[in-house]
């Protein structure tokens, strides 16, 4: 998505006279915005216009997450019917691919793009279509209202740098700790969490080698929902906590084994299969519970109160091809 704007071109109209937003295009499919929702529009494998609409809220939440994630890991599905494929060079797009009916009724479309243009196109429509009131990251009772006709831009709230480590939070060079100072404050439903760091006591010449940072103090200054920072990297395995609150705004397909640490309060976990959208689980995860999603299931996650998660992905270049192949499971553990 840093490529420069004169090699990919982003095909977006004239703004609306009356809703002031413009319409995009991206290989066959459009894409248009009103006053309340998000329309995406194709032609189905024999050729019939078909059409799909999301809550503009819950679109641009998606929307802003699969472009501030660089398209994730796998599947980002921003509900039953649309959403991205990361083959890592390129991306697809796809309407009713991953929907056993609409599948089953041919009226489905996947296409690929290299994944400059996607994301150029992706990060227009989500500066063009989110009004300065809205904050797609915010949970909903910290923002205002993402509905009405075009209402100016909030360009510093969803481009946000993504915060992640290269080997710890906390250490020389490395990503900060949250402080009021760097624009961090304790949220709102955290206020009793210990703020005091751990004492730490290296041999001379190791102060950038022995490290620890309170965890919780660092989650209770998170200033979004639903995205997930690297605070740890060891080789391939990133932590990565994030704080959750009201409905995690894609339903992610794994492409790996990925794990979760239900460090505060709860989150109800919606698991369907990842090609059919056939559902296979409800996970009810309360404080201290680990649970792992396997590589061939879905999941959405409900948060009645703010809460801290850790998610513990591999990041390994080569894990797909090793699942492709047979080399590495898709579940955690075999009994
Ligand atoms: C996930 O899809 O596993 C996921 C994504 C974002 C979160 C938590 C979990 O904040
Ligand atoms: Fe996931």
Redesign the pocket.
């Known amino acids: 998505m840093n490529a420069p704007a004169e090699i990919v071109k982003v095909i977006a109209s004239q703004p609306h006279a009356t809703l002031g937003y413009k319409r995009f295009t991206l290989g066959s499919f459009t894409f248009r915005r009103d006053e309340y929702f998000a329309h995406i529009e194709w032609k189905t494998r024999d050729g019939r216009a078909l059409s799909h609409t999301m809550d503009a809220g819950n679109y641009l939440r998606a929307l802003m997450?699969d472009v501030a994630w660089g398209f994730?890991y796998g599947w980002v599905n921003f509900d039953h019917m649309i959403g991205t494929v990361n083959l890592f060079t390129t991306v697809d797009f796809f309407a009713g691919s991953y929907n056993q009916t609409m599948k089953a009724a041919g009226v489905d479309r996947l296409e690929n793009f290299p994944t400059e243009e996607i994301g150029a196109t992706f990060a227009a429509m989500l500066d063009d279509w989110t009004n300065e009131t809205f904050d797609p990251f915010s949970a909903p009772q910290e923002t205002g209202t993402p509905y009405g006709r075009k209402n100016g831009n909030n360009t510093a709230k969803i481009t946000r740098a993504r915060e992640l480590a290269s080997r710890c939070v906390g250490l020389k060079g490395d990503l900060n700790l949250r402080t009021d100072e760097r624009g961090a404050p304790i949220n709102r439903a955290f206020a009793d969490v210990p703020q005091n760091e751990p004492e730490l006591h290296p041999e001379p010449g190791f102060e950038n080698e022995v490290h620890a940072f309170n965890l919780f103090a660092f989650l209770s200054r998170s200033q979004v929902?639903?995205?997930?920072s690297f605070t740890s990297v060891v080789k391939y395995s990133f932590m990565c906590p994030?704080t959750?609150e009201h409905i995690?705004p894609?339903v992610?397909g794994n492409d790996r084994v990925?794990w979760?640490f239900q460090m505060t309060d709860e989150i109800h976990w919606d698991c369907a299969h990842k090609e059919t959208g056939k559902p296979l689980a409800r996970v009810i995860m309360k404080a201290g519970d680990m649970a792992a999603?396997p590589a061939y299931c879905r999941?959405q996650?409900y948060s009645p109160k703010r809460s801290m998660?850790l998610?513990w992905e591999n990041g390994s270049p080569t894990l797909v091809h090793e699942i492709q192949q047979g080399e590495a499971p898709e579940v955690p553990v075999a009994f």
Do not use: A, K, Q, S
């Open positions: 997450r994730f929902t639903w995205n997930p994030t959750e995690l894609i992610h990925e979760f999603m999941h996650g998660l998610v």
